[in-house]
């Protein structure tokens, strides 16, 4: 039976993968760098250092990744601010359906716990998570299991009683070396057959969650 539900963040529960793409490219157009979809296939559901070596592996040493992280980060927060974290098709209803239903809730992002309380803050959410773990909060970024392992252990609740919603191939691919049961749910990048074998289930949006739920918990 399952009890608790692990969140990954972006492009999951938020629509920020889009706009962070278009902060991204603008500031990339500014500095006279191209940032094709190549680039921002691989750095879905990486941390701030596998990004940051993605980009100096791409466009050299000198790549001042720092000083654009903290624009893109301020315009992106000013953004927010102004407008609200743009969610994700059905995450307020299913979210309202777990905590009726006495589900533990954990989100488990590679963006900072910082970005992750700050989100979960405008969109009035701070208070219905139980556990949350950043990629600050973590040695290895996904792929690697890691984060996965530790929010079970700080939810403390059994592997096989979990499950994670994810919509990238680092996302599913540390679900998988957790070996822990992952519903795919797609957003920006197209997940190759290889890697969507791995997923317990595809849903089409969060809505579909709760109805998924009833059928294999009854």
């Known amino acids: 039976m399952i009890k608790g539900i692990i969140f990954d963040m972006d492009g999951l529960m938020f629509d920020t993968e889009k706009l962070s793409k278009t902060i991204w490219k603008n500031i990339g157009k500014e500095k006279g760098y191209n940032f094709d979809e ?3 296939d691989q750095l879905i559901g990486t941390d701030i250092n596998t990004t940051k070596n993605i980009f100096k592996d791409k466009f050299g040493s000198d790549f001042s990744y720092d000083k654009m992280r903290k624009r893109k980060g301020k315009i992106m927060a000013k953004k927010i ?3 609200g974290v743009p969610i994700k098709k059905g995450l307020n209803e299913t979210i309202k359906y777990l905590k009726e239903n006495d589900y533990r809730i954990a989100v488990a992002s590679s963006s ?9 803050r405008s969109a009035d959410l701070n208070g219905e998570i139980d556990s949350i773990i950043g990629g600050d909060e973590v040695k290895e970024s996904k792929p690697n ?12 609740i059994n592997k096989k009683e979990t499950l994670i919603l994810e ?3 680092n996302g599913i691919l540390a679900a998988d070396k957790a070996n822990i049961n992952v519903i795919l749910i ?3 990048v197209n ?5 969507k074998k791995m997923a317990y289930k595809e849903l089409n949006h969060l809505g579909e969650l709760p109805n998924f739920l009833e059928k294999i918990n009854n």
Do not use: A, Q
């Open 38 to 40: 190549d680039l921002f």
């Open 81 to 83: 601010k102004k407008d």
């Open 112 to 120: 900072s716990k910082e970005t992750i309380e700050f989100y979960l």
């Open 145 to 156: 299991p890691e984060i996965f392992n530790k929010c079970c252990e700080k939810m403390n």
């Open 167 to 169: 919509d990238s191939i």
């Open 186 to 188: 797609e957003d920006i």
């Open 191 to 195: 997940v190759p057959d290889e890697v």
